[in-house]
T-cell receptor, first 113, second 115 residues
Framework: NAGVTQTPKFQVLKTGQSMTLQCAQDMNHNSMYWYRQDPGMGLRLIYYSASEGTTDKGEVPNGYNVSRLNKREFSLRLESAAPSQTSVYFC????????????FGSGTRLTVV | AQKVTQAQTEISVVEKEDVTLDCVYETRDTTYYLFWYKQPPSGELVFLIRRNSFDEQNEISGRYSWNFQKSTSSFNFTITASQVVDSAVYFCALRDENTGNQFYFGTGTSLTVIP
């Protein structure tokens, strides 16, 4: 099925460990996004990529890096995980203007202990 | 200041009751887009509706209806004859010219429909 695929679905890290969350879309969308969802705070934008080769910071970029590997793939890296990064992470994609809404992946539940 | 406010954190209704989820937004742009997403207990985010600022017609889709009022900066969502399957977290979101193609999401309203 066409859509946005995120891996892994669940992950437990120890403080200080690193990991990369993978995201791939087959919607032929130019724009991709990483959000985190925390209780009572809705979804907050971490980083986005308006097109292949470009990335920009969102509302909460500290502690994260991203790579737009090609048009399909947009990865999120935690270099040194902290308990404050325990969250549910969503990848999304959209056509360039975003006016038709996002297509979201199924989410990654990350716990940092 | 929050661009999108969903003041109702949690709502519980008994099955078959009607329920309205409120969404108030803030923007200075004349062109903007509003969205509702549903997040069922399984966790995925499901697109429900998009409305642009030039179209104030209310929309009905089965048991779902949306009331867009620019005068009060509101985009409320009503579920008629609620069902247990409607239990979910519902998010309202805004895309305006200032945010480019980014969205601002509200904090969500958790709806529980009691059988």
């Amino acid at each position: 099925n066409a859509g946005v695929t995120q891996t892994p679905k669940f992950q437990v890290l120890k403080t200080g460990q690193s990991m990369t969350l993978q995201c791939a879309q087959d919607m032929n969308h130019n724009s991709m996004y990483w959000y985190r969802q925390d209780p009572g705070m809705g979804l907050r934008l971490i980083y986005y990529s308006a097109s292949e080769g470009t990335t920009d910071k969102g509302e909460v970029p500290n502690g994260y890096n991203v790579s737009r590997l090609n048009k399909r793939e947009f990865s999120l890296r935690l270099e040194s995980a902290a308990p404050s990064q325990t969250s549910v992470y969503f990848c999304a994609s959209s056509e360039p203007t975003g006016i038709y809404g996002y297509t979201f992946g199924s989410g990654t539940r990350l716990t940092v202990v | 200041a929050q661009k999108v406010t969903q003041a109702q954190t949690e709502i519980s209704v008994v099955e078959k009751e009607d329920v309205t989820l409120d969404c108030v937004y803030e923007t200075r742009d004349t062109t903007y887009y509003l969205f509702w997403y549903k997040q069922p207990p399984s966790g995925e985010l499901v697109f429900l509706i998009r409305r642009n600022s030039f179209d104030e017609q209310n929309e009905i889709s089965g048991r779902y209806s949306w009331n867009f009022q620019k005068s009060t900066s509101s985009f409320n969502f009503t579920i008629t004859a609620s069902q247990v399957v409607d239990s979910a977290v519902y998010f309202c979101a805004l895309r305006d010219e200032n945010t480019g193609n980014q969205f601002y999401f509200g904090t969500g309203t958790s709806l529980t429909v009691i059988p």
